[in-house]
């Protein structure tokens, strides 16, 4: 097996892995919901190489995206449900039939000032199509949070859900009503932790986190651009460690936790503190 420019190649290799007795063991364990998270983090990826400006990067990790639509294609290929190719067929009928003003004769041009209305308009088309695909739903009122797309990343769809609810009441009055679920929710892993029980411990921190979005929309903060943030600062701190081991010829694993712990602490209080946001500045 070589590298080839041909997409029937990785279709190949994807094939291979997931062949019975010989393919991998581990890709031939995985479903959707497995790889699921996967396809996310690649797509993240793409997007940080896009915003470090690495072109190089760039097309590596769209190869690691194009691979995670392979997968799920030949995991639905299994199941005879569609193939790689039916994807490709699907995605290119819907851009054609949403570019009329390109693919359509010359009496079918639109204006440039039209191209968004006949697009949201196409759009809509499909989206009432798809839906007379699916089966019906149950007879009764809609629920308020079935327009939130469930395929958002977690923590802005878990914001999105709590805007939704508080627009009919459901909500705290004060972010220290919060904190004091928070608490609660807390209390709730540590009693998970006493039991050992993993299931109930994954639910636990998923009700700890759910909390902490909504503190987060109760003070006005992004939870994702909040999250972004403290991963920069553990990054300058941890580096500070590293630089300050380095100095005296010290390894990360030849120290202490106590101390780096110290160090940490030291990498804290060096930084400045961060400076308001005036309206000046915004």
């Known amino acids: 097996m070589t590298p080839s420019h041909d997409i029937s ?3 190949e290799i994807m094939a291979a892995l997931r062949t019975p007795v010989t393919g991998c063991p581990w890709d031939l364990e995985q479903n959707f919901a497995t ?28 190869g690691d995206l194009l691979l995670q639509v392979v997968y799920h294609a030949r995991m ?8 790689f190719g039916d994807v490709v067929e699907a995605v290119t009928r819907k851009m054609i039939r949403r570019h009329p003003h390109v693919f359509a004769d010359k009496d079918g041009n639109i204006q440039p000032a039209g191209v968004k209305s006949a697009w949201e308009r196409i759009k809509a088309e499909e989206k009432a199509e798809r839906a007379a695909r699916r089966p019906p739903e149950p007879a009764g009122p809609k629920s308020l949070l079935s327009s939130i797309k469930a395929g958002q990343p977690a923590l802005t769809r878990a914001m999105e859900l709590q805007r939704k609810a508080s627009t009919v009441g459901f909500d705290w009055n004060d972010p220290r009503a919060v904190l004091h679920k928070i608490r609660e929710e807390a209390d709730e892993i540590e009693a998970a932790l006493d039991k050992g029980d993993t299931e109930e411990l994954a639910s636990e921190t998923g009700d700890l986190l759910f909390a902490l979005v909504n503190l987060a929309r109760h003070v006005g903060a992004d939870p994702e651009t909040a999250l972004r943030g403290t991963n920069a600062k553990f990054e300058r701190r941890f580096a500070y460690i590293e630089r300050a081991l380095a100095a005296k010829g010290r390894t990360l694993e030849g120290a202490s936790l106590t101390e780096m712990d110290a160090l940490w602490n030291e990498a804290k209080g060096e930084e400045q503190p961060a400076e308001p946001i005036t309206a000046a500045k915004a």
């Open 9 to 11: 190649r990785l279709l």
């Open 35 to 62: 790889i699921a998270p996967y396809t996310v983090e690649e797509a993240y990826e793409v997007v940080d190489a896009i915003t470090r400006g690495d072109l190089d990067d760039l097309r590596e990790e769209l």
């Open 76 to 83: 639905a290929e299994e199941q005879n449900a569609f193939a």
